[in-house]
Structure formats: structure tokens, C-alpha cells
């Protein structure tokens, strides 16, 4: 036997897998590169500093990493190296999200938290998006804003994080919803490529990105235009997430990745697609998310509750783009050609009534389970992680998530 732990909100759970049964554990690529230290003198280009220098306001808007206090640091570090470099600090301005990582030592600067409930917001010009996006009074009015955050991987849109920052992260709360319900049909891939198009209406607007290993150490670094700083660093989380797998199995068992990403069946559900990609039809998806917050949003259930046929709800979301919908029906595309077990902390009657899956209390109980359906002798694939990797067979080259 092979005992595999899985993360699972903020702790881990086991499975044990037969040895003769094992076809695969994908993880991300070991790196044998030694971890990249962050070199501002390299990072900070010329033009950089001539932009903070002639801006009359700086926003420095801050995400949040997986590696805990990294933005903290490196937005401490950037400031120093802009008072090094001779640009005047005091008209610096931090702006945090609700997703910002606390930032503590900069008591002589400004901190403003966004809230999308009552932070002022203006309205951008343009016409890049059929909708009319809003964002943050003070980036707005900036002469240069700086986002700071780390760029990951992202199922459904593509990538989070960084390239979030901007918009949705400093829009108005009537404004996100706008965007992930709309009057067409839509793919959640386009939602990513909508928000740099938004993004780009600010003025001056450059990111600090970072992209980061399995290990948590640093990756890719880099400062430049808010584009072309996601779009350079999104072929890094590519190179890394690309990972081989040998055949399809019968059995996958997979963990959402453990606190945020398993926090609610509705974000769980993102996770799906590596597992389903080396998952055999008819096969059985074993899913460790622990979802402490439930299912976590009132349309997705709605959605789920209706219990209609997905053809449905498909049909529906060619009319009418719902972000929540379309998870749902996602998600009930999935059960129509696999067994989905699922270990969380959601009550049995809502897993299996409400949603459609199998509840088991156990990763080991669930894989037993799944055995005596398809067979003592099911192969089985094992996915510790699956926020971080994007299986593809050797005949596949390496693909971002735009194009699956």
C-alpha cells in the first residue's frame, strides 16, 4: 500500500492505494533550480522610476500570495528602492482588497482598504467591454498604479490573482456581479482577458508579479506594463503546472488543494479538470475538499436545487452568461458521466440531494467504495494538488488553460 496525504482546508487527510492499482501521482515538476531572490536593482527598469518620479499620486495596490508575508516584503522592498532611486515617497497611497495580505512597518504612508460595498468608484471610459466597469477613486485619479501580487493558475478563467487585482479587486460590488451575469452567451475563459482589457483603461498602470513554485519559493519576478507583466509570467505558471501523465485511469483520487481553494463546493468545483482529464468515462472522481464555509454562493445552489437535465441549463447560459450557473452546470455535465464522491464538511443530505454527489467520510472509505463498483482491479491516479497542475498525456504539448 502507498499512503498519500491530501490538503484539506488547513490540515491534511490520508488515502492508502494498492501499489499494483497506482498508475500515477501527478505533482507539479520538482525544479532543481535553487530559489530566485528578488535583485530590485534588476527588477526596477529606468522607465519605471521616471514614470514614480513625474506621478504626482502613486497607487500601490496590494493582492495576496500563497507564501505568507511575500507581498508584505516585496512591497516593502519596492519603496525602499524607490527612495533609493530618488522618487519622493510621501505621495505613495497602499490600497488593500479584501483579499489583501495585512501589510504592517509603513506607518509613515497612507493605507486605504476598498470595500465594494461603499468605496468610492468612478466610472471608466472606453469601450473594450460591453459593460460599464467602475473601479477605485484613488487608482483611478493615480498617475501610476502599481499592482503587487502573485500570478497562479486558474481552471476555469484561465489565471487568478495578479491579474484580478485591478478589476474585479477595486470595483464596486454591483459591478463584479455585472460582469459574471450577462446578457450573452459567454466562456469563463473570457472573463480573464476581459479584466486586463479593463485594467489597461487605467493610466500607467504596471504590475509587480510574482509566479511561484510547488515549494512555495520563488519562481519569476517581474515589473513592468500590467499586461505584458501577466502575460509573460502566465507562460512561467504553464511551464510549471504542465505535467505528464501516463494513461487515463478508472479511478482518480484528488484533493482541491486545501484552505482557500476548498473553502466552498463552489470554488472546490475548479479543481475538477486535471482529475477529469486522466479520468476514464464512466470512471469515479474522489474529490478531498473540506468546504468549511459550505457551498458557498445562493445562486450556484438555486442553480444545483433546480434538478433539471443539464441540457437545461446549458440551454439557459447560451441566452444568458451566469458565472455560478455555469459551475453548476458544470458540475452536473461531470455526474451525467462519472461517480464523483466527495469528502467535506458539508452535510450528507445537501451533498447527495441538493448537489448530486456521493458523500463519504473518509478519502479511504471513498475509494473502497468506488472499488467495489468498478472492481478490486481499477487503476487509479493519484492528484495530491489539483490547483497546481495541468495533466496532459505524452503525446500533448504543454497548453495554458485558455486553450482547454
Known amino acids: 500500500m502507498v499512503e498519500i496525504w491530501f490538503p484539506y482546508g488547513a490540515s491534511e487527510v490520508p488515502v492508502r492505494v494498492p501499489d499494483e492499482n497506482l498508475v500515477d501521482i501527478l505533482q507539479p515538476r520538482n525544479n532543481t533550480t535553487s530559489e530566485l531572490t528578488i535583485n530590485f536593482d534588476q527588477v526596477i527598469t529606468e522607465d519605471v522610476v521616471t514614470a514614480a518620479k513625474n506621478a504626482e499620486q502613486i497607487c500601490m495596490v496590494i493582492g495576496n500570495s500563497r507564501k505568507k508575508n511575500l507581498i508584505s516584503d516585496t512591497t516593502k522592498s519596492l519603496i525602499a528602492s524607490f527612495g533609493n532611486r530618488g522618487v519622493t515617497l510621501n505621495k505613495i497611497t497602499i490600497v488593500q482588497t479584501h483579499q489583501s495580505e495585512p501589510i504592517d512597518g509603513l506607518t509613515d504612508l497612507p493605507i486605504m482598504h476598498h470595500s465594494p460595498i461603499d468605496s468610492p468608484t468612478v466610472t471608466l471610459g472606453g469601450s473594450l467591454v460591453d459593460f460599464t466597469p467602475t473601479i477605485s477613486k484613488i487608482a483611478a485619479e493615480s498617475k501610476l498604479t502599481i499592482a503587487i501580487g502573485e500570478l497562479m493558475l486558474h481552471h476555469f478563467t484561465g489565471y487568478a490573482g495578479l491579474c484580478d487585482l485591478i478589476f474585479p479587486g477595486l470595483t464596486s460590488e454591483k459591478t463584479a456581479l455585472e460582469e ?225
Not at 456521493?358 to 487503476?379: I, P, Y
Open 180 to 404: 459574471l451575469i450577462r446578457n450573452k452567451p459567454m466562456d469563463p475563459h473570457d472573463l480573464c482577458k476581459e479584466r486586463l482589457k479593463v485594467s489597461s483603461l487605467l493610466q500607467n498602470v504596471y504590475a509587480l508579479g510574482i509566479v511561484l513554485k510547488s515549494d512555495m519559493s520563488i519562481a519569476k519576478v517581474s515589473l513592468g506594463p500590467f499586461n505584458d507583466t501577466v502575460n509573460s509570467l502566465s507562460e512561467v505558471v504553464n511551464q510549471l503546472a504542465s505535467v505528464e501523465a501516463s494513461k487515463a485511469a478508472d479511478i482518480v483520487v484528488m484533493s482541491a488543494g486545501g484552505s482557500p481553494f476548498d473553502e466552498s463546493l463552489l470554488r472546490a468545483v475548479e479543481a475538477l479538470p486535471p482529475g477529469l482529464s486522466v479520468l476514464k468515462r464512466n470512471g469515479a472522481l474522489i474529490v478531498a475538499a473540506e468546504c468549511s464555509r459550505g457551498h458557498g454562493g445562493t445562486d450556484f445552489y438555486a442553480w444545483s436545487n433546480e434538478h433539471k437535465e443539464v441540457r437545461h441549463l446549458e440551454s439557459r447560459l447560451r441566452h444568458r452568461f451566469n458565472y455560478y450557473g455555469w459551475k453548476a452546470a458544470y458540475l452536473l455535465r461531470v455526474l451525467t458521466r462519472h461517480r464523483v464522491y466527495l469528502v467535506s464538511a458539508i452535510p450528507d443530505y445537501y451533498v447527495e440531494r441538493t448537489f448530486g454527489l456521493r458523500s463519504a467520510k473518509t478519502m479511504n472509505t471513498a475509494l473502497e467504495s468506488a472499488q467495489r463498483a468498478l472492481g478490486a482491479d481499477s487503476s487509479i491516479t493519484v492528484i495530491p494538488n489539483a490547483n497546481q497542475i495541468i495533466p496532459r498525456f505524452p503525446a500533448q504539448t504543454t497548453e495554458s488553460p485558455q486553450d482547454r
